[in-house]
């Protein structure tokens, strides 16, 4: 395969529970290889701060500043990466010279599409120069700024990865991260579109009842009883009825927002387990065609209760997990972003019009050099 590099990729997602690391080895078109994957945890008092950014993110109007806690978050999770991947190099016997680029996300404070706003914080120059290697970073920015939702951005990763499989098509990629999108694949261009919340309001709620940062192993929500009447009245909001492609804010369904009752723990957990179930099923009639397979990735392929309640839900197809026909699940996305750095580089569209509602293909990402 002409062109290949090697790439790691780094994902801070929105459930704020660490840096995922991975490589792959790509022309960023076909994957050659996968290489290991590293994770670093952020710690409770790194996911508080992380959070504070969050509330101070929504206030922001302009991309480029960063008041208050705003700038102490952004060195913080531009050195967490760092560490990452000085970690991940070192645990891997990997030479750094090998490495041709690293793909950066950031950690996500802001997405306002409808307001050509989005901000990631982390600072892709100074990773650059202590990670003494190209780094492909802002790759959202681009993309809403012509009128894109700049979300989500794996699609031409997920449709690199069904391709080889054998399933029957249609293929539905699910990411359940703090908030949950699907990427429909049948040939020509991905189509995709976030479905809903994902782990975020199950976290939250988590963390709210009970101090402990998820629901581990849907444990909570298997004992609970899930009031269908909630399930039924969120849904009604016109965010689910929104042809594709679509994107969310984290915080989009916060709960002062949705009206959340005063649940039991374990009523509150099967609640918000079955709204992130049920409002992926709500995507089928918005897709081209039914999906015949679902493949989880993301935190929520680690919860059988919520993958019980997927499988109900979208029972006219099958539904299994990334790990379960040989990806791995937890970091698909930090091999994602490895993947787009790779087009970036090469000058190749990551966003399409079924993707993010663009007039046409687009490249994004800015690469930097030490």
Not at 40 to 62: C, F, I, K, N, P
Not at 107 to 116: D, K, L, S
């Amino acid at each position: 395969m002409a062109g290949v590099v090697r790439a790691i990729g780094l994902m801070s997602g929105t459930s704020l529970d660490g840096v995922d690391v991975a490589l792959i080895e790509t022309d960023g078109e076909r994957i050659a290889a996968f290489g290991p994957v590293g994770y670093r945890a952020y710690s409770e008092a790194e996911r508080d701060l992380l959070r504070a950014a969050l509330a101070a993110g929504a206030t922001l109007t302009d991309r480029w500043v960063r008041p208050g806690v705003l700038k102490e978050a952004e060195d913080f999770v531009t050195t967490a990466h760092a560490e990452a991947v000085e970690s991940f190099l070192a645990e891997n016997n990997i030479a750094r010279g090998s490495i041709d680029i690293v793909g950066f996300h950031g950690q996500t404070v802001i997405h306002r599409p409808e307001r050509r706003l989005t901000v990631q914080i982390g600072d892709g120059p100074a990773l650059a120069q202590r990670l003494a290697l190209p780094v492909a970073y802002d790759f959202r920015a681009a993309d809403v700024a012509v009128g894109g939702q700049g979300a989500p951005l794996v699609p031409v990763f997920h449709q690199a990865l069904a391709k080889q499989l054998e399933h029957p098509h249609p293929i539905a990629v699910l990411n359940v991260g703090g908030v949950a999108n699907v990427t429909w694949v049948d040939g020509g261009d991905p189509i995709a579109c976030d479905t809903g919340p994902g782990n975020a309001l199950i976290d939250d709620f988590m963390r709210a009842r009970t101090g402990s940062p998820l629901d581990r192993d849907g444990d909570q929500a298997a004992r609970g009883k899930v009031d269908e009447g909630f399930v039924t009245r969120v849904l009604d909001h016109p965010f689910f009825d929104a042809p594709c492609p679509k994107s969310l804010d984290r915080n989009a369904f916060a709960f002062a927002s949705i009206g959340l009752p005063d649940f039991s723990v374990a009523d509150g957990a099967a609640t918000l387990s079955a709204l992130t179930a049920a409002s992926v099923a709500r995507v089928v009639p918005l897709l081209p065609a039914p999906p015949k397979a679902w493949i989880v990735c993301g935190g929520g392929a680690r919860n059988p209760t919520l993958m019980k309640m997927l499988a109900a839900r979208l029972s006219s197809a099958t539904v299994e997990t990334a790990d379960a026909v040989g990806w791995l699940s937890q970091s698909i996305e930090a091999q994602a972003f490895a993947y787009l750095a790779v087009r970036t580089l090469n000058d190749l569209p990551i966003t399409f019009p079924k993707t993010t509602g663009i007039n046409r293909p687009m490249a994004g990402g800015v690469v930097v050099r030490p």
